[in-house]
């Protein structure tokens, strides 16, 4: 993967629905895991999700696991992030990101990272 670029934020209702996308250059998309990260003000990077490239298994952080989906299109080159119900404190900047390994959920173990886009939750 060599370039990403994350796209679908904008400003949202507590409660109602959103889905952020995030667009892969490179002929190898479908051999990476790709994660979701955000961070607010003030704050560190967190993981939100992650979905491996073989068989599409999926891992999230408890604080949106049931709430949050990823899924990825491998022939659109693009991984999505559904966010329902969201919340107030889910308003940050948030990431994609590809890595070689197994749906790590730290940061340094991803390779490559979009621009980021803002999602503003309303209470």
């Known amino acids: 993967v060599q370039t990403l670029v994350e796209s679908g934020g904008g400003l949202v209702q507590a409660g109602d629905s959103l889905r952020l996308s995030c667009a892969a250059s490179?002929?190898?998309?479908?051999?990476?895991?790709m994660g979701w990260f955000r961070q607010a003000p003030d704050k560190e990077r967190e993981f939100v999700a992650a979905?491996?490239?073989?068989?599409?298994?999926?891992r999230y952080a408890d604080s949106v696991k049931g709430r949050f989906t990823i899924s990825r299109d491998n022939a659109k080159n693009t991984v999505y992030l559904q966010m329902n119900s969201p919340k107030p404190e889910d308003t940050a900047i948030y990431f994609c990101?590809?890595?070689?390994?197994?749906?790590?959920?730290?940061?340094?173990?991803?390779?490559?990272w979009g621009q980021g886009t803002q999602v503003t939750v309303a209470s």
């Open positions: 490179g002929s190898t998309f479908s051999r990476y895991t």
């Open positions: 990101a590809s890595s070689t390994r197994d749906r790590p959920a730290i940061a340094w173990m991803y390779d490559a």
């Open positions: 979905i491996s490239w073989l068989r599409n298994m999926t």
